[in-house]
């Protein structure tokens, strides 16, 4: 474990993380600090618990929104993952359905002789 000082609202916090992860933990609290910074420039400085509430709501809206949204963007992908294969299939059939044809114009050419393929 590393303990890592981050600085939001002007405050620092001695924050525990898993070793390797420190610079994660800087950068999400940038991102808190940012959005807190906004919210005091739009609302002034309505104590720090408030502040970091709102900010967490906020976040939290991006979030479960991202969310939604990689879900939904899941769904398109597999209804155009039933096309494709649907497709696919398709092709399948008519390539079959061709081969079948043509195997029965090879019959039926075999059949007629040589004299037949003169009256088609």
Not at 1 to 17: F, G, H, P, W
Not at 34 to 52: F, H, M, S, Y
Not at 93 to 99: D, G, P, T, W, Y
Request: proline share 1%; charged share 30%.
């Amino acid at each position: 474990m590393s303990d890592v000082t981050v600085t939001i609202n002007r405050r620092t916090y001695q924050i525990a993380c898993d070793e390797g992860q420190e610079e994660r933990l800087h950068d999400l609290a940038q991102l808190v600090d940012k959005r807190v910074e906004e919210l005091a420039t739009a609302n002034g400085q309505i104590g720090d618990q408030r502040l970091l509430v709102m900010a967490s709501l906020l976040l939290a809206d991006e979030v479960e929104d991202m969310r939604q949204n990689l879900q939904d963007t899941r769904k398109k992908l597999d209804g155009l993952a039933a096309v494709a294969m649907t497709e696919n299939q398709l092709a399948e059939v008519i390539e079959e359905m061709a081969a079948k044809i043509e195997a029965l114009d090879s019959q039926i050419e075999k059949d007629r002789g040589p004299v037949g393929r003169f009256y088609r």
